[in-house]
């Protein structure tokens, strides 16, 4: 029997290696604007790895021409909307999530509800197959290695033959993975090129410039890092949430479904010490897009928006997402600590 495959990114921690300022370009903005406050083991430019190139992959990442088009995008959204940079960011993040991100969220969400679909008729072909290869294996006096390798072969025929016909391969539901995480990875190099000077760009330095005083509330300065972790906590809370929300609507997890929760579990909470190292313009942009993930998770449960989507009904689907969702919540969290009490 197929279980329903279910498709999560994790999100990775790009490594936002930093590199050693010129001298000359290390001296304080002008105009009395204050420096960045990195750490010093954070410092850094393209001057160290000196005009060879010899940087490494990192540095080939961080002026491949996906960042530069990340660069571009970014400064695009803030001339064209005339926010500050943290509305900017915001901004640049409700619009990709929304334009690219939401699209390929619901046609995974339509491939994943077909295959759910097929399981009752791939529960029916194993049972039949089965009993064939029971019998040819009788008379043809099969080992049983034999006529479990014949069954697995021409099941995964089967199978594949009944995707192929409903168009609904489950390996087109990994798309959305194959887009959102290199568009994590390009946006958050970009910004860590800009909070540090190192944009590849005639605007990079002026830009850094802008970002020391283009934050908001307590993190007015985004090329400082958030003294009060409340950014990075907010992240690892929101991934958490997320995390939450795919377990509880999967019931009766395979063991290997079990640790992959379990893992993601833990990249969400380990995300929040690497979000306390990092520029808060690339915490802010980390937890505008766990948001609007987060987002896009509930608005996909809701039946109307389903509809809308033309994603076919499972037997999974219930006609009050949300009330489920809140019930599951408190069955598992809420009541059990109650118990526990």
């Not at 985004?222 to 795919?246: C, H, K, M, Q, R």
Request: proline residues 5%.
């Amino acid at each position: 029997m197929l279980c329903r495959l279910s498709v999560r990114w994790l999100r990775p921690q790009p490594a936002l290696q930093v590199r050693v300022l010129d001298p000359l370009l290390a001296r304080a903005p002008a105009g009395g604007a204050k420096s960045s406050a990195l750490p010093v083991w954070a410092v850094a430019s393209v001057s160290a790895v000196g005009p060879s190139g010899a940087g490494g992959w990192y540095e080939a990442l961080a002026t491949s021409a996906p960042v530069q088009g990340a660069e571009d995008v970014l400064l695009f959204a803030h001339t064209a909307s005339g926010l500050p940079w943290w509305g900017s960011i915001l901004l640049t993040t409700v619009v990709l999530r929304g334009a690219v991100t939401l699209p390929l969220a619901a046609y995974q969400h339509y491939i994943l509800a077909k295959v759910e679909n097929l399981q009752p008729e791939i529960k029916n072909i194993a049972r039949h197959l089965n009993q064939e290869v029971a019998v040819r294996a009788h008379q043809l006096g099969w080992s049983k290695r034999v006529a479990r390798l014949t069954y697995l072969k021409t099941m995964r025929r089967l199978v594949s033959e009944l995707y192929v016909r409903d168009n609904c391969h489950p390996f087109k539901a990994t798309v959305l993975v194959w887009i959102q995480l290199p568009m994590w990875i390009f946006m958050s190099v970009a910004l860590r090129n800009f909070s540090t000077g190192a944009a590849h760009s005639e605007a990079g330095f002026s830009v850094q410039e802008q970002l020391t005083a283009g934050g908001v509330l307590w993190f007015h300065d985004l090329t400082a890092l958030d003294s009060t972790w409340i950014l990075p906590v907010s992240v690892g809370v929101i991934n958490l949430l997320i995390v939450e929300i795919f377990a509880l609507q999967k019931l009766g997890k395979s063991r290997f479904q079990t640790y992959i929760t379990h893992f993601v579990r833990a990249v969400s909470v380990l995300m929040i010490p690497v979000a306390a190292t990092v520029p808060s313009s690339i915490v802010l942009y980390w937890l505008c897009s766990s948001f609007m993930g987060l987002s896009q998770n509930l608005l996909l449960r809701s039946p109307g928006f389903r509809q809308l989507c033309r994603i076919p009904l499972t037997k999974l689907d219930s006609d009050t997402p949300y009330k489920d969702l809140l019930a599951a919540f408190h069955s598992k969290f809420i009541s059990r600590k109650s118990r526990t009490f």
